[in-house]
């Protein structure tokens, strides 16, 4: 890439994380809100925030303030959003504003999805040693 093609990418990797963080508020988790993007070919395909599943209340911590194993990740709730639809993440972009977990990582892969751009760091790593693994391209995108 030439450096005004690495610019104009950053510029939209920021872009698409801000819109991503945005979109995390749609989610009614207390602990954590995290909102995901699936983009391709500069179009935003899917979309997803963590959260419990259709026709579930949404309430994703008991009273204790743990989150219930059902509680689905944002960037599952974008990968399945967009294989119901009936497009496909071949070579797309995920946005996302907290990195994947093992499990989320898994999906990604077997998603085809090329790249993961994130912007604050999961409590665990082994998800983007996964995705690094797997030859995904992953990304770090400071944002305020």
Not at 6 to 34: F, G, H, P
Not at 41 to 70: A, L, M, R, W
Not at 107 to 121: D, H, P
């Amino acid at each position: 890439m030439t450096t005004d093609t690495t610019e104009k990418q950053a510029l939209l990797d920021r872009r698409y994380i801000r819109m991503a963080k945005i979109w995390a508020e749609n989610s009614y988790c207390k602990r954590r809100q995290v909102g995901a993007l699936l983009v391709k070919n500069k179009t935003i395909i899917s979309d997803g925030y963590n959260g419990t599943p259709t026709g579930f209340e949404n309430v994703c911590e008991d009273e204790t303030g743990h989150t219930y194993p059902y509680v689905l990740h944002a960037e599952a709730n974008a990968i399945t959003k967009i294989a119901r639809s009936g497009n496909n993440s071949e070579g797309a972009t995920l946005y996302v504003t907290t990195s994947p977990c093992i499990e989320c990582a898994k999906l990604i892969i077997q998603a085809g999805i090329a790249r993961v751009v994130y912007s604050e760091n999961y409590r665990l790593a082994d998800g983007l040693e996964l995705l690094k693994a797997a030859g995904i391209t992953v990304d770090f995108v400071e944002v305020s």
